[in-house]
């Protein structure tokens, strides 16, 4: 009998990447824990992947290639063999090419967040094609654009600075559910002396635990931001000599927060006057005493349509009243843009060369909408054939309807790379079965801290799995692609993943990470206290050129929703409630919603709403209900609860369909209209209505 302990690094998608210790029977991973020396992890897991095994060695993992046998969507497969995969793949992926290689779209997101397998071989193999590059706007791009104009990278507060703040602003963001290190640090924070403050519409389990919830409507944290600004100029709560050398425009930004009165403020976020007032006063008292005040500015302000002006404006605020001086102040969105990735090594852009003019961009928000477009002049060919990986598009992307009606197409071809019969793989034509976190090679950086990561693979691939990259190598290989880098190992490619040539990540070297596991940055603990901001002034800019070129208000402003009672009347009248549907907390997007003890501890598809509300429209607490609006319909179980404050429904999500009484989830009313900047989806900026269906008694489960 033999026991290893293998270093690893969680996938998923997540701003706390942990680090793993995987304990390792006789070939089999019999515990995944956290490493107690890795200072992010600090040996703790989420409930999730503490049951890492529990989902690998699932008993509906997908283990061998399988090919359609029944409709597109209806989830009948056979087995087939490797080589007919490959071949089948090569032969269809080869016909399309010779005619027009840009029919071909491939479809990735962040099921994985390595470098390894996620765009290194997959990303060579679609350049050698020549086929559709992918904008992959679909989580984070609208907030990382407003938040680059201001500050030009997205580099924020270090996570293990947190302990040391006075104040926590957590913005738009539910840590307990979706970044418990940092809450975790919160939490002592607080035993410090902290004063935690949550701004979101919904009391969510983070909200709940803080000592001030500022419920706000959704889609007006840009105002939030906009009257705090006034409110600390009218109040001279600034630090002249930090907006004196480190920021740009100050003139003109007072001039239009002028504007933003604390009453105007406050209408317009449904909030009182005094909220705002008292919010911008704390948080510029404790800056000027030289405290940390820190942001934690998330994911939940972004997803609306002035998502991307909602974080320019709130990454104003620290350069302010000076908070970057402080290590434990400032404000963290995303730390991504600290590691010197060498995206040209791992997924080489320069192998499209070959095919001259740069391929057509395709928007991976809009995938309903371009599945079903023709060929035209402006928009080229009609996509003809998709290769998914990484991802779960007919769950997770907007207006649900559109794409389940694109997937279905029978004249696609479509091939899904996946550890599970999602909803998206039950379209393919031939599904291919990937090895997980624990039967790979990757190496990762991370959003929410600044550590280099090793994933070793701790176990070897179940049934006939293999990792994406092997997958691609083959399809190269098939497709006749000569190239050497087709040909380089899993880790020759980690071992180019981040630049030796670069001050924080000098003398990279692969090997010794992956003995070591994880290895830190070597970035300052306080990034912008003496200014040196990555914009093109070097300043923090209140003022941008930047988004005076791209056609955008160079200053901070709002922009309301698209659907909202009070933008969109009309709309309202039909459809008065609005509807978010952001992260549960046993599920991960829409992975672990088939691992059963995490689905039964969610329970059912739910939907919280105002007891007002509620009673407005006959519901009681445990009816069924159907939640619809022009785009379409789902099905859940309400919860009477003043978590949702009036006007506003929520349902945790992202459910997978199938799972569903009603095959639906929170997608078939979402919409693909996007943000202001980034091309980015609109999930919390949605009008709904509401009504018990016919026939359900309460107290049914
Ligand atoms: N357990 C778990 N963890 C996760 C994920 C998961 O699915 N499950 N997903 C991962 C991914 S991909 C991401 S991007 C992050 C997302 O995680 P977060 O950054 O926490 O963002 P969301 O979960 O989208 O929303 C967080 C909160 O924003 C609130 N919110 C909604 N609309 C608004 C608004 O207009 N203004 C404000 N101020 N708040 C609003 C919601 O009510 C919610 O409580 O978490 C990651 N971690
Ligand atoms: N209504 C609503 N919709 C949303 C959101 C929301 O809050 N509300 N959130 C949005 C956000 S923030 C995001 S980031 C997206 C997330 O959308 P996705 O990135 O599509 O995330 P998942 O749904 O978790 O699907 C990832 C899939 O990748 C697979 N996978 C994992 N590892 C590997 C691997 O190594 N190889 C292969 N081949 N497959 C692998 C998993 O099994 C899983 O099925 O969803 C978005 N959609
Ligand atoms: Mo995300």
Known sequence: MSTTIVRAACPHDCPDTCALLVTVKDGVATEVRGDPAHPPTAGVLCTKVSRYTERTYHKDRLLYPLRRVGRKGEGRFERISWDEAISTIADRLGAIALRDPQAILPYSYAGTMGLVQGESMAGRFFNRLGASQLERTICASAGGTGYRYTVGARIGTDLEQVDHAKLILIWGGNPIASNLHFWTRVQAAKRNGARIIAIDPYRSLTAEKCHWHIALLPGTDAALALGMMHVLAAEGLLDHDYIARHTLGFEQLKERVAEWTPQRTAEVCGIRVEEVQELAREYGRVALAGEGAMIRANYGLQRVRGGGMAARNIACLPALVGAWRHPAGGIQMSTSDSFPRDHAALSRPDLAARHGAPARVINMSTIGDELLKPASPAFGPQIEAMVVYNANPVAVAPE????????????????????FQTDTADYADIVLPATTQLEHVDVHSAYGHVYMMANNAAIAPLGEAKPNTEIFRLLAAAMGFEEDCFKDSDDAIAASAFRRD?????????????????????????PFAEGGFATPSGKCEFYSEQMKAAGLDPLPAYTPPYESVASNPQLGAKYPLAMISPPARNFLNSSFVNVQSLRDTEGEPHLDMHPADAAARGIADGDMVRIFNDRGSMQARVRVTDKARLGLVVGLSIWWKKFAADGKNANEVTSQRLTDMGNAPTFYDVLVQVERMAGDAAAAA
């Not at 649900?400 to 550890?419: C, I, N, Q, W, Y």
């Not at 001050?503 to 994880?518: H, M, Q, T, V």
């Open 400 to 419: 649900s309807a559109k794409v389940a009606a694109g997937f279905a197409r029978e004249d696609l071809f479509t091939v899904v790379l996946e550890h």
């Open 502 to 526: 670069h001050p924080r990540s000098a003398g990279y070297d692969w090997n010794e990470l992956k003995e070591k596991g994880w290895q830190r940055l070597a970035m300052p603990i306080a």
